[in-house]
C-alpha cells in the first residue's frame, strides 16, 4: 500500500464559503491526513493516503463544490511524507499581499430557510439567519482577509451557542463570519422621522408590515442599503410615492414572498423561473399578465420587475403581509442608495413616515441587480448584489496593476491585477455630488481590498467625464478608450473572442473620434484595432443637453435637415412661433447644437412621432415604451439603408407621420433596425457582436438572433456601460 503526500495550492473565491470544512470533510471521508489552510493567495492543503483516496478526494473537491465556492486555478506538487496524525484546519496564515477574493453578497439559502421556520429550532423567526452557503459579505467586509474581526460584525460577541457552531468544521456555520443569533445579534428598531423607537426585533418587522397595510410609505434596511417600500396594489400610496419622489413614470420593482406569487402576476419561462429563484435573486423584467398590481407601478409598459424576498429580514416581512410590495432603491433621485439612517432622514424627509432599521453597518453599498432573459441567457442591466464584485481570472503577460474607471452613465470600476479582473457593484451615473463621492468612495475600497496601486489608469475618451477627469489627475500613465469599441472590447473580453469581429454598438450617447456624439456603430475590429464601417448620419442635438429631455426638438432637427414639406406643418405648429423661430437659428448656425449619430435618440425621436411621449422622465424610456407597442404581426419596416458609410434613415419620418397609428409605427422602426443589422453584418464573414444599452430592447435582440447565427451579446456582464470598465481593461489586456 503506497502512501504519498501531495501540496495543493487552490486559488478561486474559496474564502468565506465553507470551502475548508467542505475540504476537511472530504479528508475524513477518505481517510487522509495533513491539514487545509487559508492564505493570501488562497487555499493550501497538504494531504497523505492512498492514490485512490486521494484521486476520489480531488473528483469530490470538483463535483462536490459549495454553492459559493469556485475554483479558479489549482497547483498540485509531490511532496516527501510527513507522517500525518490526522487532518486538520489550521491557523491562517498572514502574510502582507491581499489577493483573496471578496464575494458578493448572497440570498439565504434553503437550509436556512427551513430552519427559519422550525418552530423548535433556535433560529425560529431569526431575522438575520445566515451560514457559510449565504448571507452578507461584500456589505460587511472592511478589509480582508475576511474573517469577523474585519467585517461590522465585530461589535458583536457570540454567545456560546454560537461559537460552538463557528468552531465546529462538521458544522454549516464553520467560520461563517456574520452568524448570530436573537441572544447576541444585531437589534432590530421600527422608528418614526425623529427616530423615536417605536418597537423593536419581531414586532419592528410586524409593526412595519402593519404601516405598509395602512397605505403607509415606508424604509427599510436591507442587505445594501434602504428600501424605500409601499404596498404594490395601492393606487393612491403608489401615486403619492411617485409625487414625493419627483418620478412620474420609472417602472419600480416589486417583491413577492414567492414563485407561486410571480407566476400569478406574470408570464414566466422556465430558465426565467430558476433565475427568479437563484441565489443571487436579481429582479428579473418579467411580462406582466393580469394581475392586483397597480398600473403606476410601472405605467405604459407590459414588463415588471420582480424579484423575492432574499434577506431572512424580508421573507419575515412578506410573511406578515398579503400583498406584493414596491420595493426600490432609498435615495435622492439620481443619487446612490442610502446605508444608514442619518442620512435616511436627512434625504427622504417628506417621502417616508416610518422605518425599519438594525445596528449592524452596511460598509458598502450595492443594489439589487437587474435583468431579463433573452435566448435563455441573462442580459444584464445593473450587475450588483449577488454579482459584483465579479472576478475573471485571464491568461495574460500582463504584469501592471491596472485601473479602468469606466464611462459616466452606470459606473463601475475595474482593476486588473494579479491575473485577475474584477468589476465593482453599479456605483450610478456620476452627475451629482453624491455619485461621484461613491465613485471615490469605490476606488479606495477596491484599493484597500487588494492593497492596489494602478500603474496605470484607463479611461473614456469624453474629456467632460468626472471619471476622465479623476484619471488624468493621478500623474500615472492614462490610456483612453474609446467608448463603443470598449463596448466591443467587453463582450470580446466576456467570451474570450481574439479573431476579428464586426461589433456593432448602440447606444444613447457616447465621445466619438470626431468629438461629435456617436452611438450608431458597425467596427470592424480586434483586440487592438478598429475600423468605423458604418453609422448612422449624423443630426444637430438642438441645444444640447436640452434635446434629450424635450425630445421634439430631435424630430424637429431632423425635419430641419430634409426638404420643406406641407407634411410636417401639424407637427411644427406644436411649437410656439418664437421657439420655432429660435431653434430654425441654432440649427441654422448650429449653436449649442453637437453632431449626434445614437440611435438611442432615434427612439425619442420616434416616440414623438407615434405620440406616445414628447419629454422623457428617464433613461431608455422612449425603447420601453416602443417596445411594449410592438405587434409580431406587422413585417413591414422602414427603408433604412447603408450608402457608402452612412446609414440614411432621416427620409423616413414623412412616411412615419403618414403612418400615423402608433403601434404601425414603434413596429416598422423596430423592423427596419433589425434589417440593417442583419444588411451589415451580411457584407461580412465575421462574428457580430452586438453591445450597449440600445440592445436591452428584446425585441430588437430576439429578432437579430433569430435572423443571424454567429451573433453574440454580452450575458454575464452588463450590456450598457456598467461594462465599458471591463472593456478599457480588455484594450490592455489583448
Ligand atoms: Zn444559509
Ligand atoms: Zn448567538
Ligand atoms: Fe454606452
Known amino acids: 500500500m503506497t502512501i504519498k503526500h501531495y501540496k495543493y495550492s487552490i486559488e478561486g473565491i474559496v474564502q468565506g464559503v465553507g470551502f475548508r470544512p467542505f ?80 464575494s458578493p453578497d448572497f440570498a439565504m439559502c434553503d437550509e436556512c430557510l427551513n430552519e427559519m421556520r ?51 468544521p462538521t458544522d454549516r456555520r464553520y467560520h461563517a463570519q456574520p452568524i448570530s443569533c436573537e441572544k447576541c445579534g444585531p437589534t432590530l428598531s421600527l422608528k418614526d422621522m425623529q427616530g423615536n423607537v417605536i418597537s423593536t426585533n419581531l414586532d419592528a418587522i410586524k409593526g412595519l408590515a402593519d404601516f405598509i397595510k395602512k397605505g403607509h410609505i415606508v424604509a427599510m434596511k436591507g442587505m445594501g442599503g434602504f428600501h424605500l417600500m409601499c404596498d404594490a396594489t395601492n393606487n393612491s400610496t403608489i401615486k403619492n410615492l411617485r409625487k414625493k419622489k419627483n418620478r412620474p413614470s420609472k417602472p419600480f420593482a ?58 431572512p429580514l424580508h421573507v419575515k416581512l412578506l410573511d406578515f403581509l398579503e400583498n406584493p410590495i414596491v420595493a426600490t432603491s432609498a435615495n435622492r433621485s439620481g443619487e446612490p442608495i442610502v446605508t444608514n439612517e442619518d442620512d435616511l432622514r436627512d434625504k427622504l424627509d417628506g417621502v417616508i413616515e416610518y422605518y425599519l432599521d438594525y445596528n449592524r453597518e452596511i460598509i458598502n453599498s450595492s443594489d439589487d441587480s437587474v435583468l431579463q432573459i433573452i435566448d435563455n441567457k441573462d442580459l444584464i442591466m445593473r450587475a450588483s448584489r449577488g454579482i459584483t464584485p465579479l472576478s475573471v481570472k485571464v491568461k495574460t503577460n500582463e504584469k501592471r496593476k491596472i485601473l479602468a474607471v469606466g464611462a459616466h452613465q452606470k459606473n463601475a470600476i475595474a482593476i486588473f491585477l494579479n491575473n485577475q479582473v474584477i468589476l465593482s457593484p453599479y456605483i450610478g451615473d456620476l452627475d451629482n455630488i453624491a455619485t461621484v463621492e461613491a465613485f471615490y468612495k469605490t476606488l479606495k475600497t477596491f484599493k484597500e481590498f487588494y492593497d492596489f496601486e494602478p500603474d496605470l489608469i484607463v479611461c473614456d475618451k469624453h474629456p467632460l467625464y468626472e471619471s476622465t477627469k479623476w484619471a488624468k489627475s493621478q500623474n500615472l500613465p492614462v490610456v483612453e478608450v474609446q467608448h463603443h469599441y470598449a463596448h466591443i472590447l467587453s463582450t470580446m473580453f466576456e467570451h474570450d473572442i481574439n479573431e476579428k469581429v464586426l461589433g456593432i454598438a448602440w447606444d444613447g450617447t457616447g465621445y466619438g473620434d470626431d468629438g461629435t456624439i456617436w452611438g450608431g456603430e458597425f467596427f470592424v475590429c480586434d483586440r487592438s484595432n478598429y475600423e468605423r464601417v458604418a453609422y448612422f448620419e449624423p443630426f444637430l442635438l438642438l441645444g444640447s443637453d436640452a434635446s434629450i429631455k424635450d425630445i421634439r426638438r430631435i424630430v424637429l432637427s431632423i425635419i430641419l435637415d430634409c426638404e420643406e414639406d406641407t407634411v410636417y ?24 447644437s453637437p453632431k449626434c449619430s445614437a440611435v438611442g435618440r432615434l427612439f425619442d425621436m420616434v416616440a414623438v412621432l407615434a405620440g406616445v411621449c414628447d419629454r422623457v422622465s428617464y433613461d431608455g424610456e422612449s425603447g420601453l415604451i416602443l417596445e411594449s407597442m410592438y405587434d409580431k404581426n406587422i413585417n413591414e419596416s422602414y427603408n433604412i439603408y447603408l450608402d457608402g458609410e452612412v446609414i440614411k434613415y432621416k427620409h423616413i419620418i414623412k412616411e412615419m407621420i403618414k403612418d400615423k397609428e402608433p403601434a404601425l409605427i414603434a413596429s416598422k422602426f423596430i423592423n427596419s433596425l433589425v434589417d440593417i443589422v442583419c444588411d451589415v453584418s451580411d457584407n461580412y464573414s465575421y462574428k457580430t457582436l452586438l453591445s450597449g444599452g440600445v440592445f436591452q430592447n428584446r425585441t430588437i435582440l430576439e429578432k437579430i438572433l433569430k435572423r443571424r447565427n454567429n451573433t453574440v451579446f454580452q450575458s454575464k456582464l452588463p450590456i450598457n456601460d456598467g461594462s465599458i470598465a471591463i472593456g478599457q481593461l480588455a484594450n490592455i489586456l489583448s
Do not use: W
Open 23 to 102: 475540504v476537511y470533510t472530504l479528508a475524513l471521508k477518505y481517510s487522509l491526513k495533513g491539514f487545509v489552510l487559508n492564505d493570501s493567495m488562497g487555499v493550501k492543503i497538504s494531504l497523505e493516503g492512498r492514490i485512490s483516496d486521494i484521486k476520489n478526494f480531488e473528483k469530490d473537491l470538483y463535483d462536490k463544490l459549495p454553492p459559493l465556492a469556485r475554483i479558479d486555478n489549482l497547483e498540485k506538487t509531490s511532496s516527501v511524507l510527513k507522517n500525518f496524525n490526522n487532518f486538520e484546519i489550521t491557523k491562517s496564515k498572514n502574510d502582507n499581499a491581499k489577493h483573496s477574493l471578496v
Open 254 to 311: 416589486v417583491m413577492m414572498k414567492s414563485i407561486e406569487d410571480v407566476e400569478s402576476s406574470c408570464i414566466l419561462s422556465q430558465s426565467e423561473k430558476s433565475r427568479v429563484l437563484s441565489n443571487e435573486r436579481p429582479i428579473v423584467l418579467l411580462k406582466t399578465k393580469k394581475n392586483n398590481i397597480s398600473s403606476l407601478v410601472a405605467p405604459y409598459i407590459d414588463r415588471l420587475g420582480v424579484f423575492l424576498a432574499y434577506t
Open 118 to 168: 422550525e418552530k423548535n429550532n433556535r433560529r425560529y423567526n431569526y431575522f438575520f439567519t445566515n451560514c457559510t452557503n449565504c448571507g452578507p459579505r461584500y456589505s460587511i467586509i472592511k478589509t480582508v482577509p475576511y474573517d469577523r474581526p474585519n467585517t461590522s460584525m465585530q461589535p458583536f460577541v457570540m454567545c456560546k451557542e454560537c461559537q460552538e457552531e463557528y468552531d465546529n
Open 569 to 592: 406643418k401639424e407637427f411644427l405648429s406644436s411649437f410656439k412661433t418664437s421657439e420655432l423661430n429660435l431653434l430654425k437659428q441654432m440649427h441654422k448656425k448650429e449653436l449649442n
